[in-house]
């Protein structure tokens, strides 16, 4: 089955400490994205990637890196500097790139989630 | 910048009593929208969307929205729902930003709860 795998599902981080979020997708999309989402505040996006080798800043990106080295991987890493790092985390992808005119290429496909909390 | 409001943060129904749930969005160009939804313990997924055409869209489950541009609306509406739609609703928007690229941007979010 085609579709995003988000691992691991629960992930505990140590104080100081840098943690890993894997976003796997085999959709042959090129776009990949990850969104944080905490209650009462939707999801808000932390970087996206339109191709291998590219990624900008959302609207939260401080605290947080990511790579995107081949085009069905895209990992975030939540760094030290993340000082309220406990939300869920979700990663997204789209077939288009996002660019130009809209069409049904922009809907956006969900993985299952990491829920990120602190020790 | 754009953004989404959704009006009702936590709706609680009886089964078969009909819902709406508001989205209003501040982008005064062309926009897609979308609404997703989040079963517990699931993904979310796409719920229905509105590209262009007819601006009553009808999606899985049920649903449907109305796109009303002069109101910047894209309500969700279902005529009866069940106790399976209990989930959280996401209005979102997606429209040009300042870079040339398209960005989707996310309503806080509606949790529905249903009472059977």
């Known amino acids: 089955d085609g579709g995003i795998t988000q691992s691991p599902k629960y992930l505990f981080r140590k104080e100081g400490q840098n943690v890993t979020l894997s976003c796997e997708q085999n959709?042959?999309?090129?776009?990949m994205y990850w969104y944080r989402q905490d209650p009462g505040q939707g999801l808000r996006l932390i970087y996206y990637s339109q191709i291998v080798n590219d990624f900008q800043k959302g609207d939260i990106a401080e605290g947080y890196s990511v790579s995107r080295e081949k085009k069905e991987s895209f990992p975030l890493t939540v760094t030290s500097a993340q000082k309220n790092p406990t939300a869920f985390y979700l990663c997204a992808s789209t077939s288009g790139r996002m660019a130009g005119e809209v069409t049904a290429k922009n809907i956006q496909y969900f993985g299952a989630g990491t829920r990120l909390s602190v020790l | 910048a754009q953004s989404v409001s959704q009006h009702n943060h936590h709706v609680i129904l009886s089964e078969a009593a009909s819902l709406e749930l508001g989205c209003n969005y501040s982008?005064?160009?062309?926009?897609?929208l979308f609404w997703y939804v989040q079963y517990p313990g699931q993904h979310l997924q796409l719920l229905l969307k509105y590209f262009s055409g007819d601006p009553l869209v009808k999606g899985i489950k049920g649903f449907e929205a109305e796109f009303i541009k002069s109101k910047f609306s894209f309500n969700l509406r279902k005529p009866s729902v069940q106790w399976s739609d209990t989930a959280e609703y996401f209005c979102a928007v997606n429209a040009p930003n300042s870079g040339g690229y398209q960005k989707v941007t996310f309503g806080i979010g509606t949790k529905l709860q249903v009472i059977p």
């Open positions: 959709l042959n999309h090129d776009a």
């Open positions: 982008y005064g160009g062309t926009v897609n």
